[in-house]
């Protein structure tokens, strides 16, 4: 018989682990995909219905023809609001409700790669939402997009990922502790960002400051710099795009680190209060 | 005396809702909740209507169309809210509280228990729609005199359309017996079906005229219809902005809400008992999916 002594286990690096876990946590929600594969009807024909009703509006105001083109790009990133809010920041309360985040605090791993991990897992389902709606959106509405700048538009895409991403993560740390508040602050912060962040109209029209204010959630500037990409010769641009991206990978760097800071304060807390384990309060 | 089991199951199902619903926050800070969301959400087309009027170099030009979405918007709420809520007692009961399977050994009926649950969702939304209303004619000037507005008709046509989307409710909650609690998309997609295809925030005929016949037998449709004949009047502008619905007389609109509502029900049940039927059937009472 052998035995094995703490000797013989080489544990693995610190990254080879952390990735593991952004695999490990991607894995089960790519298997849920696959399980239930009624999602692919619910995410990409049925969103396309509440959109196409902001686009009829704007057809029955008789708007300009980029008008519903900017409906079609804001819905499609509604996709990434809703997954930053549902299945990111308010994962880690419905975790702790399930029984799982105690397991996530006891593994020798960031809570960050938990938390990519369920940004990776998610992404696919959130991209394949996204896309359906801006072609579904192109077939049906007749939108044309003209791009002014190929890598302007993916540098701008990317960096609002980042950084919607990192805020999600930074959010996380508070729904960590909550109870079901975390539940109504993700439904509170759904029409209400729409409307501050510009998601149907342009946020320019808010004037300077509230658009200013505005711009700390990461969509409204990625939204307005997309449109201004994919609209050519159409002034409602708030600021410059190559500025609108230079925010971006500040509020990329920014939430990111803050994200870190925030997690581990409030697990902190959280273990001094007595809360991670806290279920159904 | 079954009756009185009935009326019981009501009745604490009604109140378990309304403490979950409120009971996280103080009563304050639940007001302030309740008011901004559907608030905000009336706001994205109140800009959108504004911007695009000054855009234009003009201002507003339109009474009429901003009173009929305005309205119709408002009213959506009970749509919206009521349809989620119902839905999500499933997954909320099954998945987060695990208490589904308890509810299913009690006496109590589990078709009268979701009834009373949603019973909150409705009070709650119902602050909503009254504080936009409000909001609407004093803040934005819509021109909704009260005594102008026909209450009898309003409180009838509201009962009728509740009653509707209760219906409707229930039939998703019977869907979402097999559905995975990541399926959340699908009661904001049937909401987005009433909201395209129902008139609420643009007249129907603004739609392609292959759709005219599908609007033409939801009755939400003629829910909001006779809603807006109830604020506004039947001659008003608003009342008669949708050229399709223009046509009807009130008692037509209320006859074609009732009777697509009972149909509404009957059918509502049957999904209802098929998919608790199946739910029990392959074992998925107590099913978690916390992907």
């Not at chain 1, 939108?143 to 959010?171: N, R, S």
């Not at chain 1, 710099?225 to 002034?235: C, Y």
């Not at chain 2, 019973?119 to 729609?129: D, F, H, Y």
């Amino acid at each position: 018989m052998t035995t094995i002594t703490s000797l013989d286990y080489k544990r693995p690096s610190w990254i080879r682990m952390n990735v593991q876990a952004v695999f490990g946590r991607s894995l089960p929600r790519v298997i849920g995909a696959y399980r239930e594969p009624s999602w692919i009807f619910f995410e990409t024909v049925l969103p396309i219905l509440g959109i196409a009703a902001y686009v009829y509006i704007y057809k029955a105001m008789g708007a300009p023809d980029y008008y519903m083109g900017y409906v079609i790009i804001g819905g499609a990133m509604t996709a990434y609001w809703l997954n930053v809010l549902w299945s990111m920041a308010a994962q880690f309360y419905w975790e702790k409700e399930m029984g799982n985040l105690e397991l996530y605090m006891m593994a020798p791993i960031s809570r960050m790669s938990i938390l990519g991990g369920m940004a990776l897992g998610g992404m696919f389902a959130t991209t394949v939402r996204a896309v359906s709606t801006i072609i579904i959106g192109l077939v049906i509405f007749n939108v044309t997009f003209v791009i002014v700048d190929h890598i302007l538009l993916v540098l701008v895409f990317a960096f609002t990922i980042f950084a919607l991403y990192g805020m999600g993560m930074m959010f996380a740390s508070l729904y960590m502790l909550w109870g079901r508040e975390a539940w109504h602050t993700s439904n509170l912060l759904t029409e209400p960002i729409y409307l501050v962040s510009g998601f149907y109209f342009p946020v320019k029209y808010f004037g300077f400051f509230m658009a200013a204010a505005a711009s700390f959630i990461p969509i409204t500037l990625g939204l307005d710099g997309m449109r201004q990409t994919l609209f050519a010769n159409v002034n409602t641009g708030f600021l410059p795009v190559w500025m609108e991206l230079v925010v971006l990978i500040v509020l990329s760097l920014v939430f990111i680190v803050l994200a870190k800071y925030m997690l581990a304060y409030m697990e902190k807390l959280g273990k001094r209060e007595g809360r991670l384990t806290m279920r159904w309060q | 005396m079954a009756m009185r089991n009935l009326w019981r199951t009501f009745k604490n199902s009604a109140w378990l809702g309304w403490q979950m619903e409120s009971n996280w926050a103080d009563p304050y800070l639940f007001a302030i909740y309740s008011i901004v969301k559907p608030i905000a959400g009336t706001l994205i087309l109140v800009f959108m209507y504004i911007f695009l009027s000054y855009a234009g170099g003009g201002g507003p030009t339109n009474p009429s169309l901003f009173g009929y979405m305005y309205l119709g918007n408002a009213l959506f709420m009970y749509v919206a809210q009521v349809l989620f809520g119902v839905t999500w007692v499933i997954h909320d009961d099954r998945e987060h509280y695990q208490t589904l399977k308890y509810i299913y050994i009690s006496p109590a009926n589990f078709y009268v228990y979701i009834l009373g649950r949603s019973v909150s969702k409705i009070a709650v939304t119902t602050i909503g729609v009254i504080v936009t209303i409000i909001f609407g004619v004093t803040a934005l000037g819509i021109q909704m005199p009260l005594s102008n507005i026909s209450w009898p008709l309003m409180l009838l046509g509201m009962s009728i359309g509740l009653a509707c989307i209760i219906a409707f409710g229930l039939a998703l909650a019977g869907v979402s017996f097999l559905t995975a609690r990541h399926a959340g998309g699908m009661n904001e997609g049937i909401a987005g079906i009433f909201y395209l295809f129902c008139g609420a925030i643009f007249p129907i005929t603004v739609l392609p005229s292959w759709s005219w016949p599908l609007a033409s037998v939801l009755p939400i449709t003629y829910w909001l219809y006779v809603m807006r004949v109830a604020f506004f009047g039947l001659g008003s502008g608003v009342a008669s902005y949708d050229a399709m619905l223009a046509g009807y007389d009130i008692m037509q609109g209320l006859l074609i809400l009732t009777v697509s509502t009972l149909i509404f029900i009957a059918l509502s049940f049957v999904i209802f008992r098929f998919g608790d039927y199946m739910a029990r059937k392959k074992g998925l009472i107590d099913m978690t999916t916390g992907y």
